[in-house]
């Protein structure tokens, strides 16, 4: 979707999904352009996926702008979830302060009446195809350090209005050129855990939750 590839993912970290951003997988017809003084846009017509796939000919519909230079860029991104008659949006800031320094903060929004509702065609529990978090906002912020031409520093917060807070933090090692070895962090505290209406998007069965993996990367 556009929504995420215009704007960008959450930060060079694998388990960047503690609060989501937005649905990946869809079938699109898009059109970009790019006016070659650092502006850019896209249109893009979404199918959507499961229970977010549309339910008559209209399509999700998903523009953005985005403006580059040397410092970084400003881009945002609006989507209209036809199943659900539903709107949200995402704005953010890259910038980077040294050469070695990349940061982002990501911010977004979304309206969710219909998606609460249970006697919708399909309840969805508060999320739907581009409001995947939980509440009505949500905020995401990390960037990359590079230590040296090998290694580099990753990270992401993230939060959102169901009080859902997630820390991930990574290594990145190359080995040799085409050979990367990762080692990640994560931290998760599902808020509202236990309470009536909690939305778990991951899947945890506590309050507070650690993981840790190790990526062997080969790119040829």
Partial sequence: SAFDTFIGYAGNVMN???????????????YYF????????????????GPFTIDSY?????????????????????????????????VRLDITPMEN????????????????????????GGRGMYKLWSGN????????????????FNTQISYDEGENLGVVANI????????????????????EFGEAGFSNWTGADDEDSFGGQLRFQRSF
């Fill in 16 to 30: 960047d999904t503690l609060v989501p951003y937005g649905g990946f997988d869809t079938n699109v017809v898009q």
């Fill in 34 to 49: 790019d006016a070659g003084n650092g502006f850019s846009a896209v249109v893009s017509l979404e199918e959507g996926y």
């Fill in 58 to 90: 209209v399509p999700h519909v998903v523009g953005g702008v985005k403006w580059t230079q040397g410092w970084g860029a400003i881009t945002g991104v609006v989507a209209y979830d036809s199943a659900y008659e539903e709107v949200a949006g995402k």
């Fill in 101 to 124: 320094l990349s940061l982002f903060i990501m911010a977004g929004y979304g309206t969710d009446d219909n998606l609460t509702d249970p006697d919708w065609r399909f309840p969805a």
């Fill in 137 to 152: 906002w949500a905020v995401w912020g990390g960037g990359t350090y590079t230590i040296n031409e090998k290694t580099s």
């Fill in 172 to 191: 990145a090692y190359d080995i040799v050129p085409g050979l990367t070895i990762t080692a990640e962090a994560s931290y998760l505290h599902a808020g």
